[in-house]
């Protein structure tokens, strides 16, 4: 009998889930509310809840199922613990036991945007590659980097960080890490909207920016019809994430660089201006370095939590 | 019976050879010159010979090895070819599979940097750590990146080229990689020299660097006296290394930082200057990363060969 994998993202809004065969393919989608309140003390019981539920209604029992593969906006020990992650009110939870105990199958946690690359690596963008650094675009800069076709967590499960890489030496801002500079700051959505708007309070240049809502989607859709001051907040970002993503790419070398998240709803044009100046500061051999938006959309992670227990689990690594 | 291996560490000047036993002991160390000349066409043969004259005097039998591990100065393909290695005038040498035949016994093949990295992992200033990023400091930037106890190749055999991260936007000479700003420009043992010419061309301001060689070795004892030019030169060649080594640290989150080569040799002042400024601008997790000497020196690369046999033919991994 084939065993069933559960991939589980827990976002600050919402819990998806993903019932997945034991060939890897989709087979039930659904999601809850996360319930934030009380240092998210009901987010654990909730998804227990609904697993049972949804397991039942389908006549699958607990040993049917290889496992969960779990993704949390946070920093996580390799022994699944969930050091901190703020959205969810979240301070040391043991996240993989609790969890564990409450659905009777093993349960494995990673942090979301590494989870997100394993889904993309494996089904997405990243399809037949080994190697990726995946980063997602959205209020603030997530990265989940594949290596040998494994996610790299890092020593202390800060691995592929790089929202918060210095890149600017004259931000006046502090960063939500504590330091000044750092990419999330300039090439994040809110960082797009923060050049935008910088630009547009430093001149009284006509833009098809002035008097509408500025957002990734509205800068990326004046530059494309050639709106000077939007070109150049497009550009600007393009060299703060081009740059950055040079650095990684001398460090890492990989086969593949996955944009996703908010941002890359824009399209191809986002590639182009990062692509741009990526080929101006990358170390000759990387030049060439395949970019890709991603394909999986919010899909990624509960793919990646299929993938943490059917790569591990069933071997079919 | 236990196997022996050897490791190899094949640089532009001279050939080095470690023997070690099944433990992982250095046995035996010899070294032969590397004869360059037409375009390196001796250097394996030289290789072959110098392995079975000495097997042979030691009633050693090729049998009794379980593989030669061997570092090239070059970019190396996963199945051993030597892409293009200048000092040795190499390009698309298939050296595993010829030394192979000619030593009579399996060859692995690495880049230098990365074998001298694992040497150090095992037996160096990483020993009982899982994940190192190493950098040497010469003529120009080496770099080796261990990951859960193996080399990170890359997919081009390209990864750990940090001597080619952009750091600089007003270098107007250009790096031997073709694009300028390198770190390998500023910040290796030549970049220091370079930051001591310009600041001793730049003004007349009395300093131990006047009339004396200009070196790692001078700046750092002037700087070790309180030289305030060599003081500035030091924290400029600092705050290049340090930074970029931030950037490193926020993609791959290592458990150490080791720093080797010629201007490694000055001591814990070089780690004192880097380590300044790597905190400036490293992401908060990652601040405490430990930052050591090299242990090896140019012992490293044997090491690491021997490794690279031993953690994969000897199962002690």
Not at 197 to 224: M, W, Y
Not at 244 to 257: H, Q, Y
């Amino acid at each position: 009998m084939e065993k069933h994998c559960v991939g589980i993202d827990i976002g600050g809004t919402s819990v998806k889930f993903g019932l997945f065969d034991g060939k890897g393919t989709l087979r039930e989608k659904w999601s809850i509310p996360t319930r934030t309140e009380n240092g998210g003390a009901q987010i654990i019981p909730d998804i227990g809840a609904s697993l049972r539920e949804r397991l039942a209604g389908l006549e699958l029992k607990p040993e049917q199922l290889a496992g969960a593969g779990v993704g949390v906006p946070g920093q996580v020990s390799q022994e699944g613990e969930v050091l901190f992650a703020e959205n969810l009110g979240w301070y040391h939870v043991p996240l993989a036991r609790q969890l564990s105990s409450l659905a009777g199958m093993p349960v494995r946690v990673e942090n979301d945007a590494n989870l997100a690359a394993l889904g993309e690596i494996w089904k997405g963008s990243g399809a037949r590659c080994h190697s990726m650094i995946f980063v997602t675009l959205g209020t603030g800069i997530g990265c989940g980097i594949v290596v040998n076709g494994r996610i790299l967590s890092g020593a202390d499960g800060a691995a592929g960080e790089i929202g918060h890489m210095h890149v600017e030496d004259h931000m006046t801002e502090r960063c939500n890490c504590g330091k000044y500079g750092c990419l999330e700051q300039l090439a994040s959505g809110t960082g797009l909207r923060r050049l935008a708007e910088r630009a547009l309070a430093s001149s009284a240049e006509p833009s098809l920016l002035r008097g509408q809502e500025v957002s990734a989607k509205t800068i990326f859709e004046a530059a494309r019809e050639g709106d000077t001051l939007a070109v150049r907040v497009a550009d600007q970002f393009g060299e703060y994430l081009g740059k950055a993503l040079a650095s990684c790419t001398c460090v890492l070398n990989p086969e593949v660089v996955v944009i996703g998240g908010g941002v890359s709803k824009a399209g191809e044009i986002v590639l182009e201006y990062v692509r741009k100046h990526y080929r101006e500061y990358a170390y000759p051999p990387c030049e060439h370095t395949a970019f890709r938006l991603a394909a999986l959309g919010s899909r990624a992670g509960i793919y990646g939590g299929a993938r943490l227990i059917i790569g591990e689990e069933m071997g079919t690594d």
